[in-house]
């Protein structure tokens, strides 16, 4: 019946209009699995930060850097982790920092180095014993104060932002100054070697930058 016929317009316009629902149709598939994808690492990051610190705030004493020489000492310290409270990583450990020393703590892997570090840090407390500055105990001291204000830490895997040098440095006090941040610079002994790049300070760097 002619009714029925599909002119050569009639036919185009139905092919054209596959292929569009078909893209979409692919296109939607995509993007729902980079949803999933973003809900799951979503719930991860929202899990983390509604978790409740082991180790509770404490009302910091009145304390201040300038007050403090850093004397560093570790008393009869034994530590095992949560996830391994069988296993002793520190046993009746003792140590003496003197103020105004560098002190460099080797070993084996697994001995306990970065123990140590992350009780300084209060990351975690000693199981048994007591760890000193300046004859305090560190455990009456606010750990995000010890952390954030008397305590820096380097990681020897760093992690670069996907951005200037210069901003980078700056993630460590973002209303530094430039000025501020080639002194930063100097005293990690880095300025020097970032100007030796053709942009300087504004050479870009990211996670892949060696």
């Not at 990051?45 to 020489?69: G, K, V, Y």
């Not at 460590?172 to 100007?195: M, P, T």
Request: glycine letters at 8%; a negative charge; charged letters at 20%.
């Amino acid at each position: 019946m002619a009714g029925q016929e599909m002119t050569p317009g009639d036919l185009m316009s139905f092919l054209v209009s596959s292929q569009t629902v078909q893209r979409s149709m692919a296109s939607m598939s995509v993007l729902f699995g980079q949803v999933l994808r973003g809900m799951s690492a979503g719930a991860r990051i929202f899990e983390f930060m509604n978790l409740t610190p082991e180790i509770p705030p404490c009302e910091r004493q009145a304390l201040t850097c300038s007050m403090l020489t850093g004397h560093l000492e570790f008393r009869d310290v034994t530590f095992s982790y949560p996830t391994r409270p069988g296993y002793k990583v520190l046993e009746n450990f003792n140590l003496s920092i003197p103020a105004n020393k560098m002190v460099a703590i080797v070993g084996q892997s697994g001995s306990g180095k970065s123990t140590v570090a992350a009780l300084v840090e209060r990351f975690y407390d000693p199981t048994k014993g007591t760890i000193f500055l300046d004859g305090r105990d560190i455990c009456t001291l606010d750990g995000s104060w010890l952390r954030g204000e008397l305590i820096g830490f380097i990681n020897q895997e760093p992690v670069l932002f996907s951005t200037t040098i210069m901003e980078n440095i700056r993630f460590g006090k973002l209303c530094a100054s430039d000025s501020e941040v080639y002194a930063a610079a100097r005293l990690a002994n880095a300025d020097e070697f970032i100007r030796s790049f053709p942009d300087g300070y504004n050479t870009t760097v990211g996670e892949a930058s060696s």
